[in-house]
């Protein structure tokens, strides 16, 4: 089994040296190469990679500018030439350590994901306000996307799948939350979580804005619309309308 770990990176020139090491260091009796997918980050975080790539399995890919995470891991699919992917963040959210457990549950599964919301799991680095956030964009998508149901943790961006679940499968790569349209959209079976501690970010700035809020919804009502599954929420919004027009004409 070839391992090939997406990265897409936007400024985070601090945290990709210990990166590399520590996925060196908990990969070391697997065959992998890292993805890097970076968007001509200004702080010269893809020419820190291209020096890293003397010493460790790394291929660098830059991209003109920022086009977003979701399309950035979709790239690293197209150039990655394993026959399993790992996504995960470059701030040190995602421990390392943790891909040996994906793979594990690969190997009776078609996609692995670590969860904090799964026995063992934690949130730490969501303050308060994100906490209550994610939950509702996991409640979402479980009433858009029906197959994300049998995850604890859709909204992962932790995460390892085998290359022909997405092989050759039309993908929007809208907003952060790639996984919501992998589960959605790609040929998988079997599915396993393992739990992680997510951590706070200790170098560099979080990319997150409010667009990404929208950019959810976005992917939501587009994919649901792929996958035909719209007319669930839909079907509840109209069953609530009739509901509130019967109740004010009785
Ligand atoms: N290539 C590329 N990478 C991105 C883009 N936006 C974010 N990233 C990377 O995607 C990963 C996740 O971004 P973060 O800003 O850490 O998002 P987050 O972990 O959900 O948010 P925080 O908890 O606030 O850090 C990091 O490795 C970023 O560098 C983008 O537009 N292009
Ligand atoms: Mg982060």
């Known amino acids: 089994m070839k391992v090939s770990i997406v990265i897409p990176t936007y400024n985070e020139k601090e945290n990709i040296p210990i990166l590399v090491k520590r ?26 990679a291209q020096e890293l790539s003397e010493k ?5 890919f830059v991209r003109e500018k920022k086009l977003g995470l979701g399309t950035a891991v979709l790239y690293g699919f197209s150039k990655a030439q394993g026959d399993v992917f790992v996504v995960m ?10 891909i040996p457990k994906l793979l594990e549950k690969i190997k009776t599964a078609d996609i692995a994901i670590a969860s904090r919301y799964v026995k063992g799991g934690q949130a730490k680095g969501l303050s308060g306000m994100r906490k209550v ?16 149901l049998k995850v604890k943790d859709p909204m992962s961006g932790f995460f390892a799948v085998k290359k022909e679940v997405v092989e050759n499968v039309k993908m929007r790569g809208i907003g952060y939350k790639i996984l919501v349209e992998i589960l959605a959209k790609g040929k998988w079976k079997k599915v396993a979580e393992a739990p992680f501690v997510f951590e706070p970010r200790k170098y560099g700035a979080s990319k997150l804005s409010k667009k990404e809020i929208t950019n959810y919804l976005k992917q939501l009502l587009f994919v649901s619309w792929d996958t035909k599954t719209i007319i669930i929420p839909i ?7 009739i509901a509130i027009l019967l109740l004010l004409l009785w």
């Not at 963040?89 to 943790?98: K, S, T, W, Y």
């Not at 956030?133 to 994300?148: D, E, M």
């Open 23 to 48: 996925i060196a260091k908990a990969l070391k009796n697997y065959d992998y190469e890292i993805i890097i997918v970076d968007d001509n980050s200004p702080d010269g975080t893809a020419e820190v």
């Open 56 to 60: 460790y399995p790394i291929r660098v």
């Open 89 to 98: 963040d470059a701030d040190l959210q995602h421990p390392p350590e943790i």
């Open 133 to 148: 956030i994610s939950h509702g964009a996991r409640f979402l998508s479980y009433l858009f996307i029906p197959r994300t």
């Open 235 to 241: 079907s509840i919004c109209i069953g609530i309308i």
